[in-house]
């Protein structure tokens, strides 16, 4: 008996509302702002604040695990974290899948993966596997263009709906290459079938998106992550063109500084009442957790 080679099916009865819905937000020309998360209450805080989507930020991810973001865990981990979040809101989810977690066919998988879990936006960056977290100082590689345009065609290959958003990133900039490589990158990375670009900086202010901008000429979608420019506002986004910001990390960061400082204060006076006044309510954690609507089920 003859066994028929196996082929991964090329039609889809996916629902991908998200997906879609975050493809008509970059189409629309409005300014997408989204939130970094590492799991569901975050996540769902950022949509409770008005965040129009949710970024799984792979640094929050690993740090939620006590790890630095140099690639230590594996895409199920960060696939865990971004369903998690997911399921969590309504807003679309974009997970940062760093550089597609290996080689070109690791890049497909997580195509696959995520899109199947309903992930409505899929980055992978050009830096070489395994990555270090754009600010660390050291071991910044990028793959070559070509090498990370292939991957680019794998991934969107594996892609199934016609709706998911596969934004490409590159870290040009972050390694010192500058103006005339990020956006050799950036125009080769739409070629290969990328729908957005993200253009990551560290300057300690926005002139190195505001000269890409300049000379993008609006060819794709543009995402920006201004962490070390944080005095550049949604205004001056929405006026430069660009499609999203993403805060990828103020949330995990502010969160740290208030935790760190309720305990100081619960060690230092001895109880916990200074703090009360302060801190969310037992209430509100069930409140944001769902509490009601699942007794309800149970009724
Ligand atoms: C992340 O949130 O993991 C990012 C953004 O990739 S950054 O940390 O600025 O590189
Ligand atoms: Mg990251």
Same mark, same amino acid.
């Given at each position: 008996m003859s066994i028929a080679p196996y082929a991964p099916s090329t039609t889809t009865t996916l629902p991908a509302p998200r997906a879609a819905a975050l493809r008509d937000a970059f189409a629309s020309g409005r300014l997408i702002r989204a939130a970094g998360a590492h799991d569901g209450l975050s996540a769902r805080l950022a949509e409770e604040s008005g965040f129009d989507a949710v970024w799984a930020s792979g640094l929050e991810i690993s740090a939620a695990h006590g790890?630095?973001? @140099? *690639?230590?865990?594996g895409m199920a981990e960060y696939l865990a974290g971004a369903v998690a979040m997911h399921r969590s809101v309504e807003v679309p989810v974009v997970a940062d899948c760093d550089t597609g977690f290996g080689g070109s066919l690791n890049a497909a998988y997580t195509m696959m993966r995520y899109e199947e879990a309903g992930v409505a936006g899929v980055c992978i960056e050009d830096?070489?596997?395994p990555k270090r977290n754009s600010?660390?100082?050291?071991g910044q590689k990028l793959l070559g263009v070509e090498e990370f345009a292939t991957k680019l065609e794998a991934a969107k290959r594996a892609? @199934? *709906?016609?709706?998911t958003v596969l934004i490409a990133r590159t870290e040009a900039f972050i390694c010192g290459l500058g103006l005339q490589e990020a956006l050799t990158r950036c125009h080769a990375y739409v070629d290969a079938g990328a729908d957005a670009v993200l253009v990551h900086s560290k300057a300690v202010d926005s002139h190195e998106v505001m000269s890409f901008m300049r000379e993008w000429e609006h060819r794709a979608p543009v995402v920006v992550v201004p962490t070390t420019y944080a005095d550049f506002s949604a205004d001056e986004a929405r006026e430069a063109g660009i499609a999203m910001v993403i805060y990828a990390n103020q949330g995990m960061r502010a969160a740290i500084t208030a935790i760190r400082d309720t305990w100081a204060t619960v060690l230092a006076q001895g109880s916990t009442a200074a703090v009360e006044p302060r801190i969310a309510s037992v209430k509100d954690i069930f409140a944001i957790s769902g509490m009601d609507a699942w007794l309800e089920m149970d009724r």
């Open positions: 790890l630095p973001d @140099v *690639s230590l865990l830096k070489i596997f600010f660390v100082n050291s892609q @199934v *709906s016609t709706d």
